[in-house]
């Protein structure tokens, strides 16, 4: 009896445990809603007292907040969706609400992985609002019917319309070649007309003739968009015109040829791509090492390790940044700590990946930095070194910023950076 007594002391326990937590969360909310429209923002921090949870709950109503009064909704929502449970009830919430673009921008994130009925996704695809059409599209893609991608590739926003090429590029159904093929040539924007050229093979049977023409334009983007297109299209033709590119002279044009000559198998791709990882130059040494993955090296690796110890701080930043935080984690941290003792940008980009590497002083260092009167630097720092463990502190506070850019940032961050 005694022991059935105190199973049941227990249980009760634990019920009117729960039952206090739950009604204490509501009110949390509500009065943190309640601070937030009195524009007390240093208040509603003050509230949350240096609970975890109830932080993420003030900077998830920070970005829902962004997002309901148009502040960079698209950006604000992908933020929360990016953060699973603690911002799907702030979706749901923005989703019934009236704030439109963002109540179709938050439905959008909530049914991701349900593509909508028909009638449901005409309506998205027809909003006025270019986010939601941009945001549907590319979530939806692959639901979208070709003639109405068509369509959508003379749409007046360039995110939809790249998305659109990009998509019809992937289908390949030759009655939409000329209309690819006008979007490489004639499109005003740089990524819908790189999106069409690395579509090489649905250009149709001029393929190589379009590239070749895009190859001698003035923007270096689509002519290295090009490239990638020949290696799509991958004819005798199409291979040759690459190497003749790849081996002329060595400038990034070329070693991006040269990368994709590389993926190939071509022994010449690789032999170029050498070359120009030890060349003088530090900004072919860069886009070398930028394309080292694409040319699907089997050594990539060790090239990478090499170039930890370039003498450029850009180079070594870029081996870092591709070489992450795994195995190699002891000598990437040493080749950033030798870039965070110079000075200028490389240094300021070094110190913010050794603080999400979890190095007290790049991470003191970057706190600081967030003291900047500079809205654009703190941005930026934020951005960078968003997972950065021992900032989370420094993130929340930053929560009350006079700044709505700078709040958006914290939120976001504050909602990815794990407990220190």
């Not at 979706?91 to 179709?104: I, M, R, T």
């Not at 005798?236 to 040829?257: H, I, K, Q, S, W």
């Amino acid at each position: 009896m005694a022991t059935l007594r105190g199973r049941t002391t227990g249980l009760l326990t634990l019920l009117v445990s729960t039952a206090i937590a739950a009604s204490g969360c509501a009110p949390s909310l509500a009065g943190l809603t309640r601070l937030l429209d009195a524009s007390d923002a240093k208040g509603a921090l003050a509230s949350v007292e240096g609970d975890f949870a109830r932080e993420n709950a003030l900077a998830a109503l920070i970005l829902k907040r962004a997002a309901a009064a148009g502040e960079s909704p698209l950006d604000a929502v992908r933020a929360l969706a990016a953060t699973g449970r603690d911002g799907r009830r702030f979706l749901e919430q923005l989703a019934k609400g009236k704030s439109a673009p963002a109540a179709a921008l938050a439905r959008i994130a909530l049914d991701r992985r349900r593509p909508p009925g028909d009638d449901e996704l005409e309506a998205l695809l027809a909003d006025p609002s270019a986010d939601v059409r941009a945001y549907a599209v590319s979530s939806w893609d692959d639901e979208i019917d070709s003639g109405r991608l068509a369509g959508l590739v003379l749409d007046l926003d360039p995110r939809v319309r790249a998305d659109a090429v990009r998509a019809l590029g992937r289908r390949g159904e030759e009655r939409f070649e000329s209309l690819l093929r006008e979007a490489a040539r004639l499109d005003p924007d740089l990524r819908v007309r790189s999106e069409a050229a690395r579509s090489g093979r649905a250009l149709g049977g001029d393929a190589v003739d379009i590239l070749r023409e895009l190859l001698g334009g003035d923007d270096p983007g689509v002519a290295q968009a090009a490239l990638l297109g020949l290696g799509d299209v991958g004819s005798e033709e199409a291979m040759a015109l690459l190497e003749e590119r790849a081996l002329g002279p060595l400038d990034e044009t070329a070693v991006v040829a040269a990368a994709e000559l590389a993926r190939t198998g071509s022994k010449k791709g690789r032999a170029r791509l050498l070359e120009a990882l030890a060349d003088e130059r530090q900004g072919i040494r860069a886009t070398a090492a930028v394309n080292l993955s694409r040319a699907a090296l089997e050594d990539r690796e060790e090239l990478l390790l090499d170039l930890l110890d370039d003498e450029a701080p850009r180079v070594a930043l870029i081996a870092a940044a591709m070489l992450g935080n795994g195995a190699h984690r002891d000598r990437v941290a040493a080749a950033l700590r030798r870039v965070f003792e110079g000075a200028g940008s490389p240094g300021e980009e070094a110190r913010d990946a050794l603080a999400v590497l979890g190095d007290p002083a790049a991470s003191e260092e970057a706190s600081e930095a967030l003291s900047s009167a500079d809205e654009a630097e703190v941005v930026l720092t934020i951005r960078r070194s968003k997972r950065a463990p021992l900032l989370r502190a420094r993130f929340v506070s930053l929560l009350a910023d006079e700044r709505p850019a700078v709040r958006r940032a914290a939120a976001e961050a504050v909602l990815v950076t794990p407990k220190s």
